[in-house]
């Protein structure tokens, strides 16, 4: 018996000492850039491209899975305790200048990087700068935004599955009350346009992203954006244009696969993350089309990288960053998965902007997002009360949704009131 | 003096130090700075200044409270009766005893995740199990907006918090319970007591210490309402913090979203959950005078 114990020690203590070699041994390896991220994968085949034409690199990229809701509490805990930071920062364009206002962005525009903004669209410094104007980030897509709409439903209630045609027949607002009024009628209430007023609000704050929600004295200055937006709810829930689906929620996307609704506003990684997804048989069968919706193409989310500033690895992860959004061999990889690059140098090229998806049958989608949607977006403005203002305006695009008695002007009242109660001292106009 | 006590106990003694007693202290510090995320290497000192704002000039503060006071006030009483009853029940089963009691005690243990889930689901406006059996019983024609409306949304959460409480208490209870001497029901039996009498007149009464336990317990736990609340909107894809027209927002939802999330004023945030500890505390005070009178008075 005490000679198993002592062998059971034996291997024990052994194997204890083993596994202590071998972490010693891997911190001892390569180097590592590391990634936080919540969209876990997003770069394998970009990675896989990187290291294939590079070689010589000799580290390893390493993501660490954020939750994206988490993401700016993990960065500011992170920072604020002294403990393991990324260097490869991810910002969300909800919340991207919250993030920048921590000052952990590294400039992009100062040595070692030297990024020349004049390569990248006109739109994208303003919303990849920091509030000194500097550049510290680079934007990963164009996310142009359109209105997704299935086939064979257009075909049933609009006459028409020709996106041109469908285009002619939304030039403003006022007309999908009217024609939405007609297929809930027709439909006798089991298909509207939209699955819900949180996706019409979207797409119509989105519209409105070139409009700051911060003014130059630091109030919040939302009013002239937010009223119109109440009143058009208002009126296309009285018309039920608009089924009764929380946007993000489970149903909601569970909804691209089922036969209620034709038009959804949608970006151009909505295609991979929403429709493709949720709607196998459809998008095997080619039924799904887009075309610029009234108000003109938009540009819808956005997620920009940059390097933290204590990084010990930022000549690698700037190389990195470089190679896949800022070269036009690296912009071919991200165009799989529906990322469109920011340099202009890619547009150079024609065949760029090429190609079909399954999904979108015939329909020169790429050419269509990238040309004819790229070019309507309008620029956007970031501050820091923007996740704070999309809060509210989502509690009460929610609340319009339930209450039927709710009007816009009631609506208002409590939005106005509810931004104030989170923000007491700052004036909410 | 020995020294093998202090040996023995310093490890919790030193883990205590560090993990409860600085993080408290350190967060009563911070409660009387200006620390936000977007100046986070600077703590300037602000005094009582936090303070004075939660208490006299935060109307969403006192509107957290007010959530938070509605909600147990729906939910604590619900679940004491139920668990109360359950237990009296238990005690009159022979079979399967074990079984039931396992499953009461479940949604104890059940991640909140899961349970803001299930309920999520269950409430669900379009295709929600409670919608549909409604309809069916014809007791609505047309679906509830469990959810979605400041009048409803609160009472699914309360029956969320009933739901996986009340097997807690049940047990608790049931611990009563064993300690009751069986001769005193024997006696009433003998005096010609039925079994209400009984249960009103010896079980209620003998049950006391166990209520007290239960109700400071509850009301403590109650105060700190948090997960619960935010599972089952986030379960049902709302982005809304507190729920609709904030009707679910909580005391420690709002410092949670104060300090971590659209705000991050972390300063504000420590002031908040200090104000909440002071309420705490006062609530608990005036529940065990109240309960110890009444407890002398017998």
Known sequence: ?429 | MAKWPWIFLSPFILSYLCFMLYPTVYSLFVSFTGWTAANILEKPYVGFKNYIRIFTADPLFWKAVGNTAKLMLMAMPLTIIAGLLMAVLMQNIRKGKQMIQTINFLPYVITPIAIGLLFAFMFDWNVGLVNTALVKIGLTDKNINWLGTPQHAPTVVALMIVWKNFGYFMVLYMAGLSTIPSDLYEAAKVDGANAAQSFFKITLPMLRPITVFVVINGVIGGLQLFDEAQQVFMGAGSNAVGGPMRSCLTVIWYFYDTSFKNNSRYGYGAAIAFSLFIIIAAVSLINVRVLNRKEDRL
């Not at chain 1, 896989?48 to 960065?75: N, R, S």
């Not at chain 1, 009460?396 to 208002?412: C, F, G, P, Q, R």
């Open chain 1, 1 to 429: 018996m005490k000679a198993i114990k002592k062998i059971l020690s034996f291997v024990l203590c052994l194997s204890l000492c083993l596994s202590m070699l071998t972490v010693a041994g891997a911190e001892g390896g390569k180097k590592k850039v590391v990634l936080w991220t919540w969209a876990s994968g997003q770069f394998d085949a970009v990675q896989k491209g990187y290291f294939a034409t590079h070689p010589d690199a000799d580290w390893e990229f390493e993501e660490v899975i954020i939750d994206a809701d988490d993401y700016l509490t993990k960065l500011q805990q992170g920072y604020a305790s002294g403990g393991d930071m990324p260097d490869l920062l991810m910002g969300e364009i909800g919340w991207r200048a919250s993030s920048f206002a921590l000052g952990i962005w590294d400039n992009l525009e100062a040595e070692p990087y030297n990024f020349d903004r004049s390569t990248v669209l006109d739109y994208v410094p303003s919303v990849t700068s920091d509030a000194e104007g500097h550049v510290v980030g680079i934007e990963n897509s164009q996310n142009p935004a359109f209105m997704a709409y299935k086939r064979d439903l257009a075909r049933e209630y609009l006459g028409t599955d020709d996106p041109k045609e469908l285009e002619a027949m939304f030039q403003t607002y006022d007309d999908y009350l009217t024609v939405g009024a007609q297929v809930y009628e027709k439909s006798n209430g089991t298909v509207t346009l939209f699955p819900g007023l949180g996706d019409v609000m979207t797409m119509m704050w989105m519209q409105r992203r070139d409009q700051c929600n911060m003014n130059a004295d630091g109030d919040i200055e939302v009013s002239g954006k937010v009223k119109p937006i109440l009143e058009y709810l208002q009126k296309a829930r009285d018309a039920h244009i608009a089924g009764n689906l929380t946007i993000w929620s489970t149903q909601w996307y569970a909804n691209y696969g089922q036969q209620n609704n034709i038009l959804f506003p949608s970006a151009s990684w909505s295609v991979t993350f929403q429709i493709e997804p949720n709607d196998p048989e459809g998008c095997a069968a080619g039924n799904w089309g887009g075309f610029s919706p009234a108000g003109g193409g938009y540009g819808w989310g956005g997620t920009c990288y940059g390097i933290y500033k204590n990084s010990e690895v930022k000549d690698e992860a700037w190389d990195f960053i470089k190679w896949c959004l800022l070269s036009v061999e690296g912009a071919q990889y991200m165009k799989g998965a529906s990322f469109f690059t920011t340099l202009k140098e890619a547009y150079d090229d024609p065949a760029y902007t090429e190609g079909t998806r399954e999904s979108f049958g015939d329909q020169q989608i790429y050419h269509f997002m990238m040309e004819d949607i790229a070019s309507e977006i309008p620029s956007a403005t970031i501050s820091i009360y923007d996740s704070l203002v999309v809060d509210s305006m989502n509690m009460i695009t929610e609340m319009m949704t339930a209450d039927e008695s709710l009007s816009a002007d009631a609506a208002y009242d409590y939005f106005m009131e509810d931004l104030q109660m989170k923000v007491p001292d700052v004036t909410v106009k």
